[in-house]
């Protein structure tokens, strides 16, 4: 029995205890009225109790407020306990709650969480980015009227989630989402979005790359075997027969030149950061300018303009074949009678290594591909100078593992000017 119950009971026989000997030795009603005023006074006293739990029960906080007397406050105190455990407990899940919110945040794939109806509950800022879609406004809306594409409300609307949909975004900022289906809590559904347009463009120009290496090499082939074909099949007298020799010799050291470019193209990919051999920059000029009035026969006037106080640290294999393939385009894309200019000169940043031609220039919307693998602006023109397309992509990455800038600067008609900026870390005062 609860000491509440045990407490009244005695009460009410205190009360009759006391007006049963003064009903019967003073007058009976006096006796009633003793034992009426006890009860009258203990549903006071308990009244004024249930008014304060009343009241307390309205706006229930853990303060003193619920404070009782006699036996209520046994039952204050423990319901001041079990709501003081309460409000604890709610507490330490809502610091639960924040934390797996902030750990979703906190994540670099875009997480959405959807209702029985495909509406938003909860999306994470990297979902707003991607999805273009905004928590605070757009929580509980269909997420199909938010992503509208055709692909997306398919995949939604068929269920079949075993493989994620590849979805390219058409807001304007040509992303490629990854998106993730995964039922949970019975028909709801988490969507987990990655980001995988660094992907998609390297797989795609690992397609572009291996065809455009299928191509480059079956256009001499092709040639190749025509030849062979013509050979076997007709007789020809000697000249003939010397003539097609020697365009067979040129289509293989075009094929030979192409497979050397891509083996280069690789070698320097995969290697290791480059040495940092001290390369003598006034003797590598001065050989540069020997190399380009070899390739230019005489066709050319080539210059070297050096001031000659600092060398250059790196790899000189490979800072020669960048550099050798800058004069040597120069030489190539520059009618004859013309100028190219070797330039090393010092500049505020570190030093600068420039090739200046007066030759046929580039239209600037090429400028931006130039060092494509495979890009040319001119293929024939290109293929006619023995060209591979690959030289300037060269010449990019071995620049790029040296810390430096290609810089181009071109004019149709008037001339092209590559410079080669390095820092100053890259550069030794001779
Ligand atoms: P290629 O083997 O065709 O010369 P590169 O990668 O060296 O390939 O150059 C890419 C393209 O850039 C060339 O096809 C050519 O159109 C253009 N180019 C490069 N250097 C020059 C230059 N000095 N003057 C004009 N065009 C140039």
Redesign the pocket.
């Known amino acids: 029995m609860s000491s509440q119950i045990v407490n009244a009971l005695v009460l009410i026989l205190l009360s009759a205890g006391i007006a049963i000997p003064v009903g019967h030795f003073v007058v009976p009603w006096a006796g009633w009225a003793v034992f009426c005023a006890g009860l009258g006074l203990q549903m006071l006293f308990n009244f004024r109790n249930f008014a304060r739990l009343d009241r307390w029960s309205q706006h229930p906080v853990v303060d003193a407020s619920l404070e009782g007397e006699g036996a209520w406050d046994g039952i204050f105190g423990r319901l001041y306990r079990h709501e003081k455990e309460l409000r604890d407990q709610i507490a330490e899940r809502d610091d639960q709650i924040d934390r797996l919110f902030a750990a979703l945040q906190a994540l670099t794939d875009g997480v959405v969480a959807l209702d029985l109806n495909q509406n938003i509950v909860y999306c994470n800022t990297t979902a707003e980015a991607q999805l273009g879609v905004a928590m605070e406004r757009d929580r509980g809306q269909p997420i199909v009227n938010l992503v509208r594409q055709p692909e997306f409300v398919a995949y939604l609307s068929a269920g079949e989630f075993e493989r994620p949909l590849t979805l390219r975004t058409d807001r304007g900022s040509d992303r490629v989402l990854s998106i993730f289906v995964i039922p949970y809590a019975g028909n709801r559904r988490l969507m987990q979005i990655k980001d995988v347009t660094q992907t998609d463009r390297l797989d795609r120009m690992r397609r572009d790359f291996v065809a455009n290496v299928s191509h480059e090499l079956r256009t001499p082939l092709t040639v190749l075997a025509g030849f062979l074909e013509t050979l076997q099949e007709i007789d020809l007298d000697y000249d003939d027969r010397k003539r097609y020799l020697n365009m067979m010799a040129e289509q293989s050291k075009r094929m030979e030149t192409i497979v050397q470019?891509l083996l280069t193209l690789s070698s320097i990919e995969s290697a290791p950061p480059p040495e940092n051999d001290l390369v003598d920059m006034t003797s590598l000029v001065d050989k540069l300018r020997r190399d380009g009035e070899a390739l230019s026969a005489g066709r050319h006037q080539v210059v070297a303009d050096t001031d000659g106080i600092f060398d250059l640290r790196g790899s000189e294999p490979e800072l020669v074949s960048a550099f050798g393939?800058?004069v040597?385009?120069?030489v190539?894309?520059?009618p004859a009678g013309g100028t190219v200019r070797i330039e090393w000169k010092a500049t505020p940043q570190g030093a600068e290594f420039a090739?200046e031609?007066t030759?046929?220039?580039?239209d600037a919307k090429?400028i931006p591909r130039?060092?494509e693998?495979?890009?040319?602006?001119?293929?024939g023109?290109?293929?006619d100078?023995?060209?591979?397309?690959?030289?300037?992509?060269?010449?990019k990455h071995s620049l790029n593992r040296h810390q430096a800038q290609l810089d181009i600067k071109?004019t149709p008609g008037v001339?092209?000017r590559?410079a080669a900026r390095f820092p100053a870390s890259r550069i030794a005062r001779v």
Not at 359 to 362: K, L, N, R, S
Request: charged residues 20%; positive net charge; hydrophobic residues 35%.
């Open positions: 470019d393939n800058l040597a385009n120069a190539r894309y520059t090739v031609d030759g046929i220039g580039i090429h130039l060092t693998r495979f890009y040319r602006v001119d293929r023109r290109s293929r100078a023995g060209g591979t397309g690959l030289g300037l992509a060269i010449v071109s001339g092209s590559f």
